[in-house]
């Protein structure tokens, strides 16, 4: 960030009184430009004994699978940006059960939250955003072809849960790794 959104002024870094980390401020008109975690919502749309993916369209990890999840917009729930990205990744209609892993993805200021959802009906299509959207039961989920390490984890987690049926909510820190490596 280089200049003020409310004035245009240059803006400097510096630690503001009562305040413990560096922001941007603007040396003009002294807004304190702050620089937040963006959220990424999505969900983990069950039917029957299968799992819902979508092979990637875009960047970042084009071409590889995922859960349908992105960036959630202002004037939106976190449930709402979960059904949308949903609707917009799979074409599909999900009902959602539970907030179900929490991810903080510390090296790239995001956190991720994927609900449990289940479809009623195995109704579903591509999309700009994806070359493929099918329904993988657990022995067949492209493991190797997976674009976050998020996404393993909530895959993971379902596999291990479903066979006691407990779902609970999954908080996870992830550090320093960018992208799912085997």
Not at 90 to 111: F, K, P, W
Request: charged share 25%.
């Amino acid at each position: 960030m280089k200049y003020c959104s409310n004035c245009a002024a240059e803006l400097h870094i510096a630690i503001p009184e009562g305040d413990n980390l560096p922001r941007h401020i603007c040396r003009q008109c002294d807004t304190i430009h702050y620089q937040n975690p963006k959220i990424i919502a999505g969900c983990l749309p069950v039917y029957q004994d299968k799992v819902l993916l979508c092979r990637r369209a875009i960047e970042p990890r084009l071409g590889f699978w995922t859960l349908p999840a992105g960036f959630m917009e202002n004037n939106e729930s976190t449930q709402q940006a979960a059904l949308r990205e949903t609707r917009e990744e799979a074409n599909a209609e999900v009902r959602l059960l539970s907030l179900y892993t929490m991810t903080s993805i510390i090296h790239v200021n995001q956190v991720q939250l994927i609900y449990l959802a289940e479809m009623d009906k195995p109704e579903f299509s591509t999309s700009n955003e994806s070359l493929e959207v099918e329904l993988f039961a657990e022995d067949e989920i492209p493991w190797e072809e997976l674009a976050f390490h998020t996404i393993r984890n909530a895959l993971q987690y379902y596999f291990e849960d479903r066979k006691t049926g407990t779902f609970p909510l999954r908080q996870i820190e992830l550090q320093g790794t960018r992208y799912n490596r085997p």
